[in-house]
């Protein structure tokens, strides 16, 4: 482990890590810090049991920034993640846990690029370097650098060769993943996301 910053630590994707969640609020606090892919959304969407659309509409901001389109978890109003809660000792629980987005997952490990061979590590996790030393989530990096990359290149595609507005393209993506969550799609089953490991 060598650091990039203060903060984080570069970590090879053939490397490993100490970490074990405190519950503490860090990750899930202080944003809105989580940005989604249309995968995430298919996915938190169908645990709940809702459509896609009411499910954005409740609990996601969508962000036009020029011609490209993000996707963030909206907050509390106090930068705790709308699906934070506490249990009984004042710890941190997730509404949507098996179903929590793919950077929640890899937390407190960042991907770099899509294409890149390491990742950064958030030395500022209260739980880095705690519990037993394990390697990198590397299925869990694979699928999502596919899913980052199949979003923004689709959406992008949609606009600048399509021709669509950023928000329909984003609509069009998520009814076409929509279908093919319904049909059964291997990536929206809970069950697939705990074969990927985390953190």
């Known amino acids: 482990m060598y650091r990039t910053s203060s903060r984080y630590a570069k970590i090879p994707l053939n490397g490993k890590i100490k970490f074990e969640c405190i519950r503490c609020n860090l990750c899930c606090g202080t944003g809105p810090n ?5 995968f995430d ?5 169908e645990y709940l049991d809702r459509h ?16 490209f389109v993000y ?34 997952r890899l937390y407190p490990l960042y991907i770099v690029t899509p294409k890149s061979n390491y990742l950064h590590l958030d030395t500022e996790c209260p739980g880095v370097g705690i519990g037993k030393e394990r390697s990198v989530p590397v299925k869990l990096v694979e699928r999502y650098a596919f899913e980052i990359q199949y979003h923004y290149k689709q959406l992008m595609r949609l606009i600048l060769d399509e021709g669509l507005e950023p928000l329909t393209a984003l609509e069009y993506l998520l009814d076409k993943l929509w279908e093919e969550a319904e049909k059964g799609a291997e990536w929206a089953k809970i069950d697939y996301l705990s074969t990927l490991g985390s953190t």
């Open 34 to 38: 989580v940005t989604l892919t249309v």
């Open 71 to 104: 996707l963030a978890l909206r907050d509390k109003g106090n930068g705790e993640c709308v699906f934070l809660e506490k249990d009984p000792n004042n710890l941190t629980l997730c509404k949507i846990y098996p179903a929590r987005p793919m950077r929640c």
């Open 41 to 45: 959304v298919v996915r938190m969407a």
């Open 52 to 67: 896609w659309r009411t499910f954005v509409h409740d609990f996601v901001k969508v962000i036009i920034a020029e011609m």
